[in-house]
């Protein structure tokens, strides 16, 4: 391509009026269907912003993948700092993500350094914790905390963020929080002490055809042009919404549908190009976790993936995916990790509902155990086309 056919490529009309506004991370001017939600939140939390003591709360939202659990949160935490600044309250929202933030020591101490500027080296996280409250009470302020991925936070760590107040004394914790986790997981880690810090439990259901259409009429009337799609192409896709329970998959054909018609020039969707992107979107498989693992992380899958392409069957022996990984590893120059690690690797990569494993007894063998891998929701193919590509950008110049 030269220079003037990589400008032509500006030159080009798009169907997007804002594209943008399908990014994951967008929080709409308005949520619909989760009123109820919203609602229920307002009730909890108005305390803080009524009552002089401004009292410490707890509250988690639950869900599967898909049901609007972070748009939710992140909805309820932008408006009501909104009214929070109109009664004069000065409030801080923060949202960590655990796929970024895989402990409690991390998210204090990016909060630390946000905060008081200092680095936390030196200190306990209940001494960095204490200089972050001290600093909200010297400038009259409130935090409003929300924990995304919670799960992947150790079970104690999650007790420690919720009896904030009680460890620190209810008049000096300003600081609440709102904790945001899949049902399954929560399951996992849910205990009597931890139930008991929360004033309330909030679970989501995925959504009907009605609030489906409802949603992805308002959010294609943002995104699209006049035209780009009709009302059968929309219902076609809450169809899609419904049957997989997820409504991140509906709104991900939206963009892919309408980058597809950018690149090739068409001026509106049709039912093709929906099925095409349909087959193209794996609604349980977050390409935003790929983004948050670490390269020996990254290395492992590879080597679990290719193992699986390799022995074409559906699931691989971890001492098989830790050959292909210390191979892998050569052929980019990085020095690989011991066994031990990279089952450390595969226990993380299945905690991420990237990977799921399990131990199986040995056939033919009195005794022994052997540890077999599967990938969830994604062919091993795409995932492998996927990460080469990563590891392309990362590794060779």
Known sequence: MDEDAFRKQFMKKSVFRQLSSLDKSIVPEKLFCREDEVSTLIVNYRRILEEEEQPSINCLILGKGGVGKTCTARYFGKNFYTIAIEKDVNLFLEYFDCINFRSKSKIIRELLAKYTHGSGRGYSDDEALKLILTKLIRDKGYMLLIIDEVHLLKPDEILAFLNIAETFGHQNAKL??????????????????????????????????????????????????????????????????????????????????????????????????????????????????????????????????????????????????????????????????????????????????????????????????????????????????????????????
């Open 176 to 397: 609440s929080i709102l904790l945001i986790c899949r049902g399954t997981d929560w399951m996992r880690i849910e205990s009597e002490r931890i139930l008991s810090r929360l004033n309330q439990k909030i679970e989501l259901k995925p959504y009907n055809f009605e609030e489906s259409m409802k949603i992805l009429q308002y959010r294609s009337e943002i995104a699209l042009k006049e035209d780009v799609i009709d009302e059968d192409l929309v219902t076609m896709i809450a169809q899609i919404v419904v049957e997989n329970k997820n409504m991140r998959h509906g709104i991900e054909i939206l963009r892919k549908s309408g980058l597809f018609c950018d690149k090739e020039g068409f001026d509106h969707i049709t039912a093709e190009i929906i099925r095409e992107a349909s087959d193209d979107v794996y609604p349980t498989f977050r390409a935003d976790i790929i983004d948050g693992l670490k390269d020996q992380e990254l290395l492992a899958l590879l080597g679990i993936v290719r193992t699986l392409i390799n022995n074409g069957t559906p699931f691989a022996l971890v001492d098989d995916a830790f050959e292909e990984y210390q191979s892998i590893c050569e052929s980019y120059s990085v020095e690989p990790h011991v066994k031990m690690s990279f089952r450390k690797y595969v226990r993380q990569l299945a905690q991420l509902k990237i990977i799921a494993s399990k131990t199986v007894r040995i056939e033919d063998a009195t005794r022994g155990r052997h540890l077999e891998i599967t990938l969830l929701d994604i062919p091993a193919g795409k995932l492998a086309e996927l990460l080469e590509d990563i590891f392309e950008r990362k590794f060779t110049k």
